[in-house]
T-cell receptor, first 115, second 109 residues
């Protein structure tokens, strides 16, 4: 069984569109994260939630809005997509309260291309 | 500040060569340290970790020792294989993981 899954795996869309990426974890973890990996492979935290509560909200345009309907799901909605949003977005989860001490388990990534 | 610096790649080696990828960190206190690996087209997987000074993490022939005197966590492997070709990320804990920029390793037979 897949521990952390993301859908879709690939997403190609036009500038200005609104899109969502979904993430689910079946590990029973309390904390989930969204990371962005740019074309140079640099990874940076965007958001994290602990038990549906937002605990990290880095400097990210407010076009990006995370939503956690329950602690096993963390979705990412992006409004008015821009060319610079093209990247690979990774979801992750961990057991701790987002302190980063515990191992984080990553999903396979969603490759977003904005044309 | 709080950051992670790892050597620039790409690193190109022949099979059975010795590998070192340097990683240093800045932080207040003694954060947990990690090496993650990303194989082509896949997500990140934990390779190894160390949670306190002088700890050695090891997995799949890779090792890294937490050195507080030099604030380092260098990754080593005595004999690399073609299947080790991947991007390696050093990371430290903060409110979330703080990653280095990644080092691409390419191993040829």
């Amino acid at each position: 069984d897949t521990a952390v899954s993301q859908t879709p795996k690939y997403l190609v869309t036009q500038m200005g569109n609104d899109k969502s990426i979904k993430c689910e974890q079946n590990l029973g973890h309390d904390t989930m994260y969204w990371y962005k990996q740019d074309s140079k492979k640099f990874l940076k935290i965007m958001f994290s939630y602990n038990n549906k509560e937002l605990i990290i909200n880095e400097t990210v345009p407010n076009r990006f809005s995370p939503k956690s309907p329950d602690k096993a799901h963390l979705n990412l909605h992006i409004n008015s997509l821009e060319l610079g949003d093209s990247a690979v977005y990774f979801c992750a989860s961990s057991q701790d309260r987002g302190t980063g001490q515990e191992t984080q388990y990553f999903g396979p990534g969603t490759r977003l291309l904005v044309l | 500040g709080n950051s992670v610096t790892q050597m620039e790649g790409p690193v190109t080696l022949s099979e059975e060569a010795f590998l070192t990828i340097n990683c240093t960190y800045t932080a207040t206190g003694y954060p947990s340290l990690f090496w993650y690996v990303q194989y082509p087209g896949e997500g990140l997987q934990l390779l190894l970790k160390a949670t306190k000074a002088d700890d050695k993490g090891s997995n799949k022939g890779f090792e890294a020792t937490y050195r507080k005197e030099t604030t380092s966590f260098h990754l080593e492997k005595g004999s690399v294989q073609v299947s080790d070709s991947a991007v390696y990320f050093c990371a430290r804990h903060g409110t979330a993981l703080i990653f280095g920029k990644g080092t691409t390793l390419s191993v040829s037979s």
